[in-house]
């Protein structure tokens, strides 16, 4: 028989289940296996000396809410199947301590890590808390299956915060590629503008030596312009002067 993985939970002993005979229940209720007596012919011994029934109808009554809160575990071997169901024995201060040192030591065994976020560490705690839940409802059924609501609780908030932590890693994943593609897309961008801004410099250039050569001819022209505005005027002055001479002599005799 090859056992399942050991657990901080505690068991009772293994049992082989026919197939043919014995199936599991739904929602894991214990299992009840009847094994065959062998045919004797001695006298039957007088039966024990009958409980209460209130005590039987109790104890079995936290047996079946004990089965509902932590279902046993069934494994196949072959073709054999194996179930084993949580232990219903109660226990006892000595059994707490024992946990405790149990539980530090699968701790270190295992290198769980002391903070933030430990897969192994929630594993070892989870099944450290079964078995205070298994301890109690052996007690006080009542209690067991408030710690169980508890224990559900803070599974489903778990998940809950697993659900929210791996879609804020989806949608992280999800703006680091666009981040990528928006930077080489920036990439591109920069160096068409860094080209367009080259070409601009050198249109810029060019304008700039064309409106140098108008200047430069502009100003050629204003001065040509000038100079032979120059010799219009003194032309004209000579040609006033000249008339002026003349117009004086002609005027003179008259005198």
């Not at 028989?1 to 209720?29: F, H, Q």
């Amino acid at each position: 028989m090859i056992p399942p993985a050991d657990t901080l939970l505690k068991y009772d002993n293994p049992v082989l289940v026919n197939k043919s005979t014995d199936r599991k229940s739904p929602k894991g209720r214990p299992l009840k296996v009847s094994p065959q007596q062998p045919i004797d012919s001695t006298p039957v011994p007088p039966p024990p000396k009958p409980k209460s029934a209130s005590t039987e109808a109790t104890k079995q009554e936290n047996e079946e809410i004990l089965n509902l809160i932590l279902p046993p575990r069934e494994w196949m071997e072959g073709n054999q199947l194996w179930v084993q169901k949580v232990s219903s024995t109660p226990c006892t201060r000595t059994d707490v301590l024992h946990l405790e040192e149990l539980l530090d030591t699968k701790l270190q065994e295992r290198q769980a890590r002391e903070t933030g976020i430990c897969p192994v560490r929630r594993a070892l705690y989870s099944q450290c808390f079964d078995e205070l839940i298994r301890q109690v409802t052996i007690n006080c059924a009542e209690r067991g299956m408030l710690l169980w609501r508890v224990r559900d609780e803070i599974q489903m908030t778990i998940a809950a915060y697993q659900t929210v932590y791996e879609s804020s890693i989806a949608y992280g994943m999800r703006k680091t590629l666009q981040a990528k593609k928006g930077k080489a897309d920036m990439k591109n961008r920069i160096l068409e503008l860094e080209n367009e801004k080259q070409e601009l410099k050198k249109a810029l250039n060019e304008e700039k030596a064309k409106c140098e050569t108008v200047e430069k001819i502009e100003a050629e022209k204003r001065q040509l312009e000038e100079k032979r505005h120059n010799e219009e005027i003194q032309l004209l002055k000579r040609t006033n002067q000249q008339l002026k001479a003349q117009l004086e002599e002609i005027i003179a005799p008259r005198k």
